[in-house]
């Protein structure tokens, strides 16, 4: 019966593979049919493996790792130069923690198959489990940043940089404090952190929800539309705004008056003098909310001049940011221009961070339902990755992989156990050190592993060498060999490599 | 009708909880209903929240990640000094990579739900993903690390360092080599990592498949009882003989006579003499695979004497890992004793490192089935943590979680945009630098700041100081206070604070 069952599935997957059917939807079937035939002790699909990494995933190489590891130190160091801890928390979450956290992102989230047990879900960002970690450690105030993967199932594109699974760097500040000291910090930090990069030129436009709140309540929205409006808005840095338009009008059933008074006012974008000029606005200059957002945008603008930043800051009433949960300023940063001159193909621009102040989200994991003010900041490196990526594709600079220091080596043969003991010996000095898992290498080929591999030093042991208590020690790059003595080997390899 | 849904599930709610049923059991059943109300719009559940990370999983609190770095920083440097290159690769796999990889243990794979698209599971080690990795690129030679959290649906005991979500750090040679060299340098890292973190007296014990299966052979085993027999060996460090033996014979068809036999080898342990004495034991020497083990092994323990770490070697026939992919040498390191005198409590002693040869793996991979040799090592580092957290609470030191060199303060009022300028002047030098977000803060709440984060130096400004072009430079630890000029303030902090 069960071998019936096996025959069965393989003829549906030969169908859709006849059908030329989704590849998700083949492979989805081979899966199943391994499973079965794993179970029933035959072997015979191991071949038919489908190669590859999830979609939307990838592995990072050697020389990916590298590029990964300057971004995230440009990133952390300045996280650190601005005084903040660190956290981890768990890849998932239960998946209550993160319902209704999302609006109508939800859709995203990768659920994990209910195996008995609790119901989980993976993390779709940082900051709804900072938000369950300082709920349930009771701590009010915080400085924290958090360096991890979270997940999306969205449509990847790759090579722009969007993917299922990336890194997001997040910096967060929990705390009842003065108004927008905070806030302020946060656009310092993106404004260090791009300017660090050399990513070329970039603006951070900020908003306030409680300015478009205001907006949507002067223009006319009903508040039950205020978050589905929202939504439309956020679309406005991909779509044209008759686009925006024709969904809000059409799909969400907003007034085409209404639409329009919100036309008018999202094509707005400047500095202290926009916020001057609404502030004098016949209509928002009425709504509550609305003043109370112009007066902090007024207030964080004058801490940015301080901080010497409005040059790259532009307060912009279109930026509407899709999650749920903010509740004050809003901010996204963008690359404006790649330097196309240094690139063989041109990068798409995009958003490479964005953050803003969240006051209510704490409180839904409160069992009092206690306020817990918070802002913060997601840096998002995929995009950034890409970038560094081919631009070092383009500047053909050869990077290292590995740090090693020297070679030991041999010119002779049956010298395998004098070469086991000098590495011995180096690593136990913290010298870093490899040889070639060969009995008898050639010299030649182990020459050719430090020219490959970018290795300084070779120490050569042999017969002569031996005897006279020393190791001849080659410098790559210039082909000069020196005999150094075996006390001082150590030693000569740090001077020698100290630049590394 | 969908209301009477919700009425249903918080009924079934109700009674699990009279009944006093598995908080897992509950917990879902609470999800659930919260999901339900979330598609109602309703609201009433919010605060009825789980406020938890999942079962077997913890968060990292600044602490705790002090001393995950510190533990990090002394196994990475290890591996980068042999060589090693880095990798990384997505958190899940797809569920076909890991099937048919790791025996009896294959139960305990998270699965993600059928959400459309590819069937996914999380990782369950670093060692399939790399295969895969090695297969998909085509890639026969590479040594390389890799650091990262992998997922077991186990039965945790978080006390002793066993988690569902945990860290491994793994370090494998890939390539076709002369016989056991590379395996050697595998013993040498563990060896180096354990001694390097002081966690007390160790062994590291070392079999071989081959020996196993030869062992069975001549036990009168049949081969198709190879592996599960190979498991109930495996049990060998937790539970005692005995009850092996009745497993072998009750549950898994076994002869008595065959476990008896094998019940003699199992208890061998020791170095060169027992591998002698084993190459001349009658049954073993004629068998094929033994004879190649043994031959094998004696070849290690010469590399590793010459590494000179044999005292710390154990060759232990009982030694099997549960792991079906190994088919060379295995090896697992346990820690002894604990410095029980200077904790409070006893930590469990038990394993904190394993690995072997899986000369197979990337074959299962490859399309046309080429072998892959590799040989590598797992550091378990959960456990590491365990013994580090316990010794450093024993021990009172106190750890800083940030590096904040200087905090910028004032005395007196109205003074916010001055310390927003000079914190920036700081940032922008590179100074990790911290401001009270406060208008008008107290001097005493600053210090005390100081004191409790062990910030070394405050900066503080005030109008005399402002006026001269100069800032008050206090050092926390003796109060002292210097005037320092405000050009030369970058520096005067960097050579103060310079051993940071």
Redesign the interface.
């Known amino acids: 019966a069960e071998e019936a069952a096996v025959r069965a599935q393989a003829e549906t997957v030969r169908r859709l593979k006849q059908d030329k059917a989704d590849p ?1 939807e083949i ?2 079937e ?3 049919l ?2 079965m035939k ?1 179970q029933l002790g035959t ?1 015979e699909g ?2 038919k ?7 939307g ?6 020389k990916e ?1 590298a590029i ?1 590891e300057r971004a995230f130190k440009a990133i952390i160091s300045c996280f ?18 993160l ?2 956290k999302y609006g109508e992102d939800s859709k995203l989230i ?11 879900s ?1 993390r779709y960002d940082l900051t709804v489990p900072f938000a ?2 300082l ?3 009771k701590i009010t105030n915080m ?2 940043y958090h360096v991890a ?1 979270v ?1 999306r ?1 969205d449509n990847p594109a790759m090579t722009r940089g969007r993917y299922r ?1 990336f890194y997001q760097c997040d910096f967060d ?1 929990a ?1 009842q ?2 108004p927008m ?2 806030d ?1 910090e946060c656009l ?1 930090i993106v404004h ?1 952190i791009l300017s660090d990069l050399q990513l070329g030129d970039f603006v951070i436009k900020v908003n306030d929800r409680r300015i478009l709140d205001g907006m949507f309540a002067v223009c006319g929205v009903p508040d039950s539309k205020f978050r589905t409006i929202c939504s439309s808005v956020d679309k406005l840095d991909k779509v044209p705004w008759e686009e925006v338009r024709s969904e809000m009008v059409g799909e969400k059933g907003l007034s085409p008056e209404a639409a329009d008074r919100i036309g008018d006012y999202v094509q707005l974008h400047g500095g202290l003098e926009l916020i001057e000029r609404l502030l004098q606005d016949a209509q928002l200059s009425q709504n509550k909310l609305a003043k109370e957002g112009l007066g902090d945008m007024k207030l964080l603008f004058e ?1 940015l001049t ?3 930043i409005t040059g790259k800051i532009s307060f912009d009433l279109s930026l509407a940011r899709g999650l749920d949960y903010y509740t004050g300023v809003i901010f996204e940063a963008v690359l404006l221009q790649q330097e196309s001159e240094r690139l063989e193909e041109p990068v798409s621009v995009g958003s490479v961070a964005g953050g803003g102040r969240y006051d209510g989200l704490v409180g ?2 409160d ?1 009092k ?1 206690r306020k817990g003010p918070c802002v913060g900041v997601s840096i998002g490196i995929e995009r950034i990755f890409s970038i560094l990526e081919q631009r070092l594709e383009a500047s053909e600079e050869k990077i290292r ?4 220091q020297v070679l030991v080596a041999s010119a002779q043969k049956k010298l ?2 004098e070469r ?2 000098l590495i ?1 010996e180096l ?2 000095a ?6 070639l ?3 008898n290498p050639k010299l030649l080929n182990q020459l050719q592993y430090c020219e490959e591999t970018g290795i300084p030093l070779v120490a050569i042991v042999g017969e002569q060498e031996l005897k006279d208590g020393v190791v001849k020690l080659r410098i790559v790059a210039t082909r000069e060999e020196v005999n150094v003595r075996r006390e001082s080997l150590v030693e000569e390899i740090r001077i020698r490599t100290s630049r590394c």
């Open positions: 998700d492979a989805k081979v899966s199943k391994l499973e794993a072997d191991k071949q493996f489908v190669l590859k990494t999830p979609k995933t990838r592995d990072f190489g050697p790792m990964r650190k130069r601005h005084g903040a801890e660190v956290i981890d928390t768990p890849v998932f979450e239960l998946k209550e923690t319902t209704g990768y659920d994990l198959k209910d195996q008995g047990g609790e119901l989980l993976l369950r970690y709920a349930m450690n400085k924290r993967k997940y199932r699974e500040i705390g404090f003065d000291i905070p302020a310092k260090e801490y301080l901080f010497g839904m994991f069992p339902g992989t590995t740090e090693t395998l156990e086991l003991k011995s690593w136990d913290g010298i870093k050190a490899e040889i898992y060969k009995k």
